[in-house]
């Protein structure tokens, strides 16, 4: 990886606490929600700047003891052609304090994205990975801020020139429709 993209590191000087090593970064999310995700109609494409816009149910779930977190998404209102499902797998390694990120969706059958990596520190989720979009090298970063009680904000984007710049592809505001802390444990 780049310097850009320098991995987070353990603080090797503390005890890992699993109330507070990073595990329950993600907690905020468990539950029902209603999304309204805003997106380039081609994310591959830098040169891009045609958006659609869209709602999209989802819902998040711990697994593992804690350890990880599985979503679904599924867009609502799409015509025929457009509609497609998402899901997205996250675990966290106690060891590095680090999560990692897969998603995969059913416009991509027998697929799984190469796995974003980071942490939440300041209340902002950064998760970042090298891969190849639209036939260019590129730095993918997912990010998580505004979070409040009942909602979320999310963005995507991508960089081609080292994360020297971002172009972000790929937004979404979350409004909780359920009151997650009855079904989480």
């Known amino acids: 990886m780049t310097d850009t993209l320098a991995e987070p590191q353990a603080d090797s000087g503390s005890q890992t606490d699993p109330g ?6 993600f907690d905020f999310a468990f539950g029902r929600w209603r999304n309204k995700l ?3 109609v081609d994310t591959t494409d ?3 700047t045609e958006w659609v816009e ?3 149910v989802g819902e998040m779930r711990p697994i ?7 979503d679904t998404f599924v867009p609502v209102g799409l015509p025929e052609e ?9 675990l966290f390694d106690p060891a590095t304090r680090l999560w990692r990120i897969w998603w995969m969706s059913s416009r991509h059958p027998g697929g799984i994205d190469v796995p974003v990596e980071g942490r939440f520190e300041n209340g902002r989720g950064q998760f970042f990975c090298e891969e190849e979009i639209g036939g260019r090298p590129a730095i993918v970063r997912y990010e998580w801020f505004d979070l409040a009680p009942g909602s979320t904000r999310f963005e995507q984007a991508f960089s081609f ?3 020297e710049t971002w172009a972000v592809n790929w937004i979404t ?3 909780r429709e359920d009151d997650a802390s009855a079904d989480v444990a």
């Open 20 to 25: 507070t090593d990073g595990r329950h970064d």
């Open 38 to 40: 805003r997106k380039l």
């Open 46 to 48: 830098p040169e891009c």
């Open 54 to 56: 869209f709602e999209v």
């Open 64 to 70: 593992l003891g804690g350890l990880g977190n599985f």
């Open 82 to 90: 457009d509609r497609f499902e998402g899901a997205t797998l996250r």
């Open 161 to 163: 020139d080292g994360g």
């Open 173 to 175: 505001t979350g409004t």
